[in-house]
């Protein structure tokens, strides 16, 4: 599927489709810059499992993970600003293969 932008230059949108949790720094950069809430952050235990950042767990770390993948728009901001290269895209052609 291709797409145009507003002044008619073809356009295919890149979806967020995965953030590998052992490369993310947990920077919220991404965040940041997502006004669709695609991805929230949470804390990695020591166990490696997903905790909220509210509970009382021991956390290892924080990362970023997909809160709402339906909700990206294809736009690319989030791996502009991601300094860990750890998010992976694909257009929708890609995810139909």
């Known amino acids: 599927m291709s797409f145009q932008t507003r002044d008619g230059r073809d356009w295919i949108p890149q979806y967020l489709i995965s953030i590998d ?7 919220g950069r991404c965040f940041k810059v997502c006004g669709r809430a695609v991805m929230t952050l949470k804390g990695l235990s020591e166990d490696g499992e997903l ?37 992976t895209h694909s257009s929708a052609e890609s995810e139909a293969d």
């Open 21 to 27: 949790p052992k490369k993310c720094i947990g920077c």
């Open 51 to 87: 905790v909220n950042l509210d509970d009382d767990d021991e956390i290892e770390k924080k990362i970023m993970v997909l809160n709402d993948q339906g909700a990206c728009v294809g736009c690319g901001a989030c791996a502009r600003v991601c300094p860990a290269n750890c998010q």
